[in-house]
């Protein structure tokens, strides 16, 4: 069988191929590649990128096309020509919500196309702001002349805008397709809320390798009373875990928190330059001012956006690790954290509740609720019968969940199925 895949990232060995660094997001998508080859299938990987013309590699087997990014039309074009050069027999698009997987889907066909939904952004369009706000996050007259001279004004309304129009793509791919693959039980139910006539499949994702080995997270080598998390775009809930922290402070003073992925970039500024960013905040600039009014700036360590060892490294070390999202479909990093056996408390939100049973194998928290999220983790730091019992049994349920035999063939039952129903 040959399988043509469209994604967003550069492959890892397509990037080492052309000299590119990997990137060090989607690394869950290596597994499920893994998995296609061993099956002895041909695949074809597509992933759009600013260009001029058509880029296609052979790498370890695997056919790769770049493709320019451009309008819906221009990249329908496209893969008009890769489909019609490599006759797939199953097309396989991973995400619902960009114009490159609308444009593939309509010259596809229909009936051996496979569609994968990975952001649900027709719900998390709805929660941009994720408790901040409006005010803060309104698109203001000074915003649009910072852009215009080419100063900032990235405000957070910019990226709900971004959402929705992704949105429009995710109810058109949707409401054309008659398979998805939701991700969890959430997704799916999202996926058929647009569309009833889906039939959804239920495979869960392969994560990297490195967190399946047997190295695990032990209390006596961890360091007490630390704590890692996500920092990235608003839904992701930076800001209300920095509203947990003060209360976390209180019992535990000595707390320290590992802040992986976005680096914030601390800006000294006072006088016209504080007024203008007072007055047309960004996110980072709401972040770098809520830490500073307080006083947290010693208790954080952002340390950017870091390959798969060195996530692995900070999470063995880390006590406890929290996922503060306002919404969220499947939490990669939850999953991985909670793999290696990290005492992790998380919102319950989206299809998180599917991951963590609460008090049996981590704590759930109502998103907008940080308090309860800064007892949680107290609870945590000061009882370790209950860390070791959450490290246990959440991997457990992280191994059951992401176990890389049942999702590896989940996923080419899910192209046997399509395959064989036509």
């Known amino acids: 069988m040959k399988i043509l895949w469209l994604v967003n990232i550069v492959m890892p060995e397509l990037a080492e191929r052309l000299g590119r660094t990997p990137s060090v997001f989607g690394g869950w998508l290596t597994g499920a590649m893994n998995a296609v080859r061993?099956?002895?299938?041909?695949?074809?990987?597509?992933?759009?990128?600013?260009?001029?013309?058509?880029?296609?590699?052979?790498?370890?087997?695997?056919?790769y096309y770049l493709v320019p990014e451009g309008t819906v039309e221009s990249m329908e074009a496209h893969f008009r020509v890769i489909l019609h050069t490599e006759q797939p027999d199953i097309v396989h698009i991973y995400g619902t919500e960009f114009a490159h997987s609308w444009a593939l889907a309509k010259c596809a066909d229909v009936q051996r196309t496979l569609v994968t939904v990975q952001g649900a952004m027709t719900v998390l369009k709805k929660h941009v702001y994720a408790g901040l706000p409006e005010k803060q996050c309104r698109d203001s007259l000074l915003h649009k002349l910072l852009r215009k001279c080419r100063k900032g004004g990235q405000s957070i309304d910019l990226q709900r805008r971004s959402f929705e129009r992704r949105a429009v793509f995710e109810q058109k791919l949707l409401n054309?397709?008659?398979?998805?693959?939701g991700g969890s039980e959430w997704g799916n139910t999202v996926a058929h809320s647009i569309n009833p006539t889906l039939q959804v499949f239920d495979c869960k994702l392969i994560l990297r390798d490195s967190f399946y080995l047997e190295d695990r997270w032990s209390l006596d080598q961890c360091k007490k009373h630390s704590i890692i998390i996500l920092f990235s775009y608003p839904i992701k809930g930076f800001h209300m875990f920095?509203?947990?922290?003060?209360?976390?402070?209180?019992?535990y003073p000595d707390t320290q928190v590992t802040v992986i992925g976005n680096q914030?970039?601390?800006?000294?500024?006072?006088?016209?330059?504080?007024?203008?960013?007072?007055?047309?905040?960004?996110?980072?600039?709401l972040i770098q001012k809520k830490i500073e009014a307080l006083k947290l700036k010693q208790n954080l360590h952002f340390v950017g956006h870091l390959n798969?060892?060195?996530?692995?490294?900070?999470?063995?070390?880390?006590?406890?690790?929290?996922s503060a999202s306002a919404m969220e479909n499947q939490s990669t990093t939850?999953?991985?954290?909670?793999?290696?056996?990290v005492p992790s408390v998380a919102s319950a939100v989206g299809a998180v509740p599917e991951m963590i049973d609460h008090g049996e194998d981590g704590f759930l928290y109502p998103f907008d609720e940080p308090a309860l999220l800064a007892e949680y983790v107290c609870r945590i730091f000061s009882d370790s019968d209950l860390a070791k019992r959450f490290s246990e049994k959440g991997h457990n349920h992280a191994a059951h969940t992401y176990n890389r035999d049942i999702?590896?063939?989940?996923?080419?039952?899910?192209?046997?199925?399509?395959?064989?129903?036509?």
């Open 38 to 63: 061993a099956a002895s299938h041909d695949l074809i990987i597509c992933t759009t990128e600013s260009r001029s013309d058509i880029l296609h590699e052979t790498v370890g087997g695997v056919g």
């Open 176 to 181: 054309h397709v008659q398979y998805a693959n």
């Open 242 to 251: 920095l509203n947990a922290l003060p209360q976390i402070l209180r019992v």
């Open 264 to 285: 914030l970039p601390w800006r000294n500024y006072r006088g016209f330059k504080k007024w203008i960013l007072d007055a047309a905040p960004d996110y980072n600039w």
């Open 308 to 322: 798969e060892s060195q996530i692995k490294e900070l999470m063995l070390q880390s006590n406890v690790f929290v």
């Open 334 to 341: 939850l999953g991985e954290a909670m793999l290696l056996g």
């Open 407 to 422: 999702n590896a063939r989940n996923l080419l039952n899910m192209y046997e199925t399509i395959y064989n129903h036509k």
